[in-house]
């Protein structure tokens, strides 16, 4: 689509376990211009992703050598694993305007704020930390040790919870999608 009007881009963060990729799918479903980055990674894949769906799977070589191509719009270092968005996909459907989301963790959202003033950030909340937890353990993709980490990383993240323009709790998958998608369509 190119209407010749930028499109919007949305900050989207939220601590593991809190659902975002969940409601990120009824997002798309609801919202056809709404068109979701592909981050690359050196984490491992887990049982039932896609490289190049949920993430391009890379080394941490390549992954070095994209930071020196200056290839990504932001990147961090997240429980030992490289994440970066990299930058021509998302310029390229900006300039399509399509509404871009960036679903990424606090450091790179922090860098994206400083780049993009105007850019439409989100942070979604659990219930509480027990409830995280919970959805963490349920969810059965992570060992002991690194469930430990994502929550300790998570009580971390929701610190600068304030520093996003709004908050949204995860508590009925529902009504938080309803929330996000008036927050995506306001003066749009
Ligand atoms: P997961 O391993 O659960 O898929 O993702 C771990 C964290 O990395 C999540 O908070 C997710 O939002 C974040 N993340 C995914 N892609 C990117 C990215 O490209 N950049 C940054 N900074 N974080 C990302």
Known sequence: MNNNKRGKLVLYTGCSGV????????????????????S???RGKREGEI?????????KEQFENLIKENGFLEYAKYC??????????VEDMLADGRTVILEIEVKGGL??????PDVVS?????????????RLRNRGTEDEE?????????KHELGFKDRYSYNVVNDNIDEAVDEIINIINKDA
């Not at 989100?122 to 919970?134: A, G």
């Not at 690194?146 to 998570?154: D, M, N, V, Y």
């Open 111 to 116: 860098q994206i704020m400083e780049k993009y």
């Open 146 to 154: 690194t469930i430990r980490k994502r929550l300790s990383e998570a």
């Open 51 to 59: 490289d190049g769906v949920h993430y391009v799977f890379v080394t």
């Open 40 to 42: 690359n990674t050196t």
């Open 80 to 89: 030992d694993n490289y994440y970066g968005t990299p930058k021509k996909p």
């Open 19 to 38: 659902g975002k990729g969940t409601i990120l799918e009824k997002i798309r479903e609801r919202d056809p211009n709404v068109w979701v980055s592909v």
């Open 122 to 134: 989100i942070f979604i909340l659990p219930p509480s930390l027990d409830e995280l937890e919970k």
